[in-house]
């Protein structure tokens, strides 16, 4: 027999001065594989075409859709509702910018992230594109890719206790970024360089190691290494 | 009036989008990038297996060349193509693979030596060689004749698109995200820019441009179900098409991909198959060999699709709550593999199926998944009716598909698209015909004219509900438009889609907000994602013949003498229909006249004329030429490319001069 589930969802239009923020409390019966992109896109069409949120590639692949599901941050696309309890609260992702409901500005947040911790590849020269690429070692080309996979969904932002108190804090997204791109013998910087961006409170020295980051990230990023190594290299720069 | 000025207006933040605006912006002018989510969630993100480029460096890769790269491509759209546009992009893959090393790809790399590989399902071993160490090595896919699909593990859109929007950020080039374009802004047959609102706020304002540049994606959102993401609703091409101006080429050329999961819809990628995945039927029976017994699983995406179909038609589908289904396997590659090339597969299957790939089969069926037609462009990107008007990646027809797209020839294409256009597009914004700017009365005229539709749609209190029309549409394009067509169904359909779009104009809406309300955005799309529909579906019924991935049960035979064309649609102002005509494509300058693909039985009426071309081509062959200077005396086509991107690419084999 199929369970009635019973969503508690955050209501707010931030744009609308007489909006008070609220909870809405919705119905549904389940169905088998049903996802949380099913469920409020069923909620949508049926109950509620006002309810905003963000879905983008529904495959767990963008990062557009990350919220907080019972409390804890989580990709909603590929959020089973038979994992989840018959009640479930859906509230916006703190730390960003709300844009209505459960829809935040993610984009917002990261892009001023990348432009602060100047996050690209800093090559030498461009490309002579004709000629054979330079070449890398297999085994190191894996470990990039590795630290590249960040989807920027958010998620490590919510969930990080410094980032709660400090709203300039580039969270485990940017300390990553730069991890990827100080492990990558393509870019030119050195440790001076990169301590110039994350070597202080915003940076990796606002780190408290609670590492609610390394637990929700949904890339299982290996975010607590590359933190406390990250940290580590930077305490050395900072000490020369 | 809100305005914006810029000289390239780039509608769509994927790959071909960032990489055309970087082009722009590195010529010295201005380029901006209109995007409908944050450009990095774009649906290029979500490409799996790899892009195609002729580097030759893995063994399986060695004598690979543009040739090559070339002649499958064009065999692959069913000689569908415009030939001189596959040439250059052949030509232009090398260097886009190349340019992404450079700008930080993290491309899987050749590690010399013995490893072992699955090959039609046996482990085989290869030796790669000491000099190709640590360059881009590649996997195989469908439809080609050498490992040609360079890769990141299965998260090849990731990788790149990320790359790339580093640095359209590193470059300062400005992304308005969470806007939308809702009408171009046009003077006769010149375009000035957009209408553009807010998805947040709900305001419009106008964006005046040199060039504007329709980068918007598929179109395959018009199917109920579909790999791609939610916002491919074909809303670029809707937008040359509400112009009556510019016109959409091939529409009806959409392709379905062999390996959805269902019943998500989700892809997993050809790469399963390449890295010698196998599909089941109910009994746990390979049943491709009986079809295809020289390309088995690695047929073109058009011929797999079709015979899994056949299959399940036979009575050896997989019976679920869902419908019918096969098995895609890939135990046989072990947990090893799948750990590191597939990922991103394993992760679909353990969140979306909870299954472990490295142990079960995965439930798959053919899915709606790549838009080969698009807007009409020439092989600069421009459209030959709307001056100042270009398209480019999957948004585009320019047309190097033609009927059916090869697997990692996609990704290639957004990228080659964005280098070459973003080159013309700065041409024409230093042109003295960009010169002349677009009168503010004008745009403003265009903005009150979205203005007022807003609002009139918001406040309407008609008896029709967006969601249900949508809904029916999905299912008209699903059932009468897919896999297999007939005329009947297809005549069934095109009424029933003009009657559904008239009846779209009667929506009652419930939250009448003109800011952040997705029910007015659903409104407003549905017309146009109809008149999309509606040139797809008008497009299939008129084609009686065969191509790529257009099948007609009723015209099985590819019928070269009546429809070696392609079909163009526009939609003049007040029609209840699109309107369709034909452009020819020339048999007489074709470097491969058509052939046999060697799928099935051969079923095609000859063109008259190409037996005379073959036997000059055949005749240019004997002379023994090198093979630059034969493809040169064949189709030239260098005169296209921008002279920077003319020079030959670098092999081990064959290093620059």
């Known amino acids: ?240 | 009036m809100k305005l914006m000025h810029t000289d390239a207006l780039i509608i769509g933040g994927g790959l071909a989008g960032q990489r055309a605006a970087i082009g722009v912006r590195r010529r010295g002018l201005d380029a901006l990038i209109l995007s409908l989510v944050p450009a990095r969630r774009s649906h290029s993100v979500a490409a799996q297996g790899g892009m195609q480029a002729s580097l030759g460096h893995c063994a399986k890769g060695e004598g690979d060349n543009e040739d090559v790269h070339f002649e499958d491509t064009v065999r692959g759209s069913d000689w569908g193509c415009d030939q001189i546009v596959a040439r250059m992009f052949a030509h232009m893959a090398p260097k886009a693979a190349r340019e992404m090393a450079a700008w930080g790809v993290p491309w899987n790399r050749v590690r010399r030596g013995e490893h072992q590989v699955v090959i039609n399902g046996e482990h085989v071993s290869l030796v790669e060689r000491d000099a190709a160490h640590g360059l881009i090595t590649a996997r195989d896919f469908g439809g080609t004749r050498k490992w040609r699909t360079c890769h990141t593990s299965d998260g090849t859109g990731h990788a790149l698109l990320y790359a790339v929007s580093d640095r359209v950020i590193a470059e300062s080039i400005p992304v308005h995200d969470r806007k939308e374009a809702l009408a171009l802004i046009l003077d006769g047959g010149r375009c000035h820019g957009a209408v553009v609102r807010d998805l947040v706020s709900g305001e419009l304002a106008a964006y005046l441009a040199g060039a504007t540049v329709i980068a918007t994606g598929g179109y395959g959102r018009i199917y109920g179900v579909s790999t791609n993401a939610l916002i491919n609703e074909g809303m670029g091409a809707a937008l040359a098409l509400e112009t009556g101006v510019a016109r959409l080429g091939n529409m009806e050329a959409v392709q379905f991909h062999p390996t959805a999961i269902v019943p998500a819809g989700i892809l997993v990628t050809e790469g399963c198959r390449g890295d010698g995945g196998l599909l089941k039927d109910v009994d746990g029976y390979r049943f491709m060999p009986d079809y295809e017994p020289d390309k088995k699983e690695l047929a073109s995406r058009d011929v797999v699709s079709r015979r899994m179909a056949e299959h399940m038609r036979r009575g050896k589908g997989v019976r679920s709550p869902y419908g019918e289904h096969l098995w895609l396997d890939i135990t046989g590659l072990g947990a090893d593999h799948i750990d590191r090339n597939l990922r991103e597969v394993k992760d679909i299957c353990q969140y979306f199926l909870g299954i472990d790939p490295a142990r079960d089969y995965i439930p798959v069926r053919p899915t709606q998944h790549y838009s080969m037609g698009g807007v009409r462009t020439d092989h600069s990107g421009q459209s030959p009716w709307l001056a100042g008007l270009f398209s480019c990646g999957e948004a585009a027809c320019w047309d190097m598909h033609g009927f059916n797209r090869l697997g990692g020839n996609s990704l290639a294409e957004t990228l080659v698209a964005g280098m070459l256009v973003g080159e013309s597009v700065a041409d024409y914004c230093a042109s003295a015909e960009a010169e002349a700017g677009c009168p503010t009365a004008l745009a403003r005229e265009f903005l009150e004219r979205e203005q007022a539709e807003l609002a009139a749609i918001a406040s309407g209190r008609g008896n029709e509900e967006a969601v249900t029309l949508r809904r029916r549409m999905e299912t008209v394009m699903t059932d009468s438009v897919g896999l297999f067509r007939n005329g009947p169904a297809l005549a069934a359909a095109v009424d029933e889609l003009a009657d559904l779009l008239r009846r779209s104009r009667h929506l009652g809406m419930r939250c009448r907000r003109l800011d952040a309300n997705p029910e007015l955005v659903q409104a407003y799309r549905l017309p146009r994602m109809l008149k999309v529909a509606l040139t797809v579906a008008l497009g299939a019924l008129r084609r009686t013949e065969s191509r790529g991935a257009h099948f007609r049960e009723d015209f099985p035979a590819r019928d070269d003498r009546h429809w070696l064309n392609r079909t163009l649609a526009s939609w003049r102002p007040g029609d209840e229909l699109p309107t369709l005509d034909y452009e020819v494509l020339d048999v007489m300058h074709m470097e491969l006249p058509p052939g046999f693909r060697g799928y099935g039985v051969k079923n095609i009426i000859d063109h008259p004329l190409t037996a005379a071309r073959q036997s000059e081509v055949d005749e240019l062959r004997e002379a023994r030429l090198d093979r630059h200077a034969l493809q040169s005396h064949l189709m030239a086509f260098k005169q296209f490319l921008p002279e920077r991107y003319r020079g030959r690419n670098a092999r081990l084999d064959e290093p620059l001069p």
């Open chain 1, 1 to 240: 027999m199929s369970r009635s589930l019973n969503f508690a969802i955050f209501r707010h239009n931030p744009r609308d001065p007489a909006d008070v923020p609220r909870t809405q409390e919705y119905r549904l019966d389940e169905t088998p594989g049903m996802t949380l992109f099913i469920a409020l896109t069923r909620i949508r069409e049926e109950q509620d075409p006002s309810l905003n949120f963000d879905f983008v590639c529904r495959a767990g692949v963008c990062g557009s859709c990350a919220m907080l599901i019972n409390g804890r941050p989580g990709l909603a696309c590929r959020t089973l509702t038979a994992s989840l309890p018959p009640d479930i609260s859906l509230f916006p992702l703190p730390g960003f910018e709300l844009i209505g409901d459960l829809s935040v500005n993610t984009g917002k947040w990261m892009r001023a992230m990348s432009e602060r911790l100047r996050a690209w590849l800093h090559f030498e020269a461009e490309p002579e594109v004709d000629a054979l690429e330079a070449r890398m070692e297999p085994e190191l080309a894996e470990q990039v890719y590795e630290l590249d996979r960040c989807t920027e969904c958010g998620c490590c932002v919510a969930g990080c206790g410094t980032a709660q108190m400090r709203a300039d804090f580039v969270g485990a997204v940017g300390m990553n970024k730069i991890a990827r791109f100080r492990l990558d013998p393509r870019d030119v910087r050195s440790d001076a360089d990169f301590y110039e961006v994350v070597g202080d409170d915003s940076g990796v020295f606002g780190c408290m190691s609670l590492l609610g980051c390394h637990d929700l990230c949904p890339k299982r990023l290996p975010l607590q290494t590359q933190i406390a190594y990250l940290r580590r290299s930077m305490a050395r720069q900072g000490l020369w």
